[in-house]
């Protein structure tokens, strides 16, 4: 299930959540595997989808914003070169024109092997909008009024894949990583390694995880008022089960080297981060959700701040729970979806809705509101709500 708009905004309640996932308003914890066996090459095609869209987004006195995205994709078989793949969108958000290149990648097989090279996405982790180890991708923005896209942005990867009789081992390579910095600084020329194995159990499977990531979004120091995205290491678990109509997620993962900033200057921690999911199958459309996320730095030994002064606490803790139903033999979809802080200090609540008119037209509809305390990270953002509408037309 993809939570709809605005649902990835509460994450930043705890703000070292937000060094591993700089979330996007308009989609968020989509989990996209990287494990492909290429047997055979279909034949080429090209998807097109064009979309407009209104939004009514604001605190108090809300401001109108108009969207026209197109979308495309095309998969093409290069022979014994492999398979290639690339999807794109040109948008116009308030007469500011923009392109997006967001996968675009070569991939190929030989026997077990299994290799990929280009731009594209990794999912990592079983909970679906929980940043545990779903750490891989970067680059989505805070915010924005444009059209969610048919493809979320991936970043430059070499992947390889092995495939044995019991177990998978999936590594790849980031050659590019994208880092967002409240403030100007030097670019990163720091890359990122990966390691997932996969064994299949019952009804499941465990997975373990080992890595050198770069933060997504930057820390600041607070002492020199400058910004840093220095690589940490990441040690993972992650495991599923089915029990009838029941599915039980577990992720767990130990982040080591993350900086902190005191008022005088930075200092590297780590930090232990855990999620449990269960998901139901109430009937063959109805699915509930639901998800405690936590993290817990295993050192307070002086107070440590967020950018605006904020105080960084030692254990955090969100909640996300979602709904979703299709009706009318399939052409609506409905959602509905909170997310939280457990102490109470910020919520976000939304609702989507779309319509199949035909197997061509698509209309969506969707609704956000927020709400936070004053004296946390979000308090500016108390109030805010959001209302889309968007029309989608598939060639």
Known sequence: MRLPIAIA????????????????????????????????F?????????????SYAGIGALDESWAAQVNLANEHSLGTLGYLEWAANAAI????????????????????????LGKYRIGWG???????????????????????????????????????????????????????????????TDIEVGVKASVPIESGSVNVYAAQLVPHAGVVDLGSNTSHAMPYA????????????????????????????TAAALSEHDRLDAALGVEYAASNTLQISAAVVGQRWLEQTDVYLEPGGY?????????ILGVSDALMDGK???????????????????????????DRLEFGASAMWLGAETGTPLEAMDGLTQYGLTSTFRF
């Open 9 to 40: 905004a509460i994450v930043f309640a705890s703000p070292a959540f937000a060094q591993e996932l700089d979330l996007d308003f308009d989609s968020f914890g989509f989990n996209e595997e990287s494990e492909i066996i290429i047997d055979t």
């Open 42 to 54: 279909p034949e080429p095609a090209l998807e097109i989808s064009a979309s407009v869209g209104l």
């Open 93 to 116: 958000v308030d007469e500011v024109v923009t392109f997006d290149l967001s996968r675009i990648h070569l991939q190929n097989s030989a026997g077990d092997f299994s290799w990929k």
């Open 126 to 188: 079983e909970i679906e909008g929980a940043p545990v180890l779903d750490v891989v991708n970067g680059g989505l923005s805070f915010g924005g009024s444009g059209l969610p896209s048919d493809e979320l942005p991936g970043q430059w990867f070499a992947g390889l894949d092995y495939f044995g009789d019991s177990f998978t081992v999936s590594s790849f390579v980031g050659v590019a990583p994208e880092v967002a910095h409240v403030m100007s600084t030097a670019d990163s």
């Open 234 to 261: 990441l040690a993972g678990f992650s495991a599923n089960r089915n029990f009838g109509n029941l599915l039980v997620e577990v992720d767990v993962a130990g982040k080591f080297g993350l900086q902190r900033s």
């Open 311 to 319: 105080v960084s606490p030692q254990t955090s803790a969100n909640y």
């Open 332 to 358: 609506l979809s409905v959602s509905a979806n909170m997310l939280g802080a457990l102490d109470n200090s910020a919520s976000v609540t939304a609702l989507s809705a779309s319509y199949a008119y035909s």
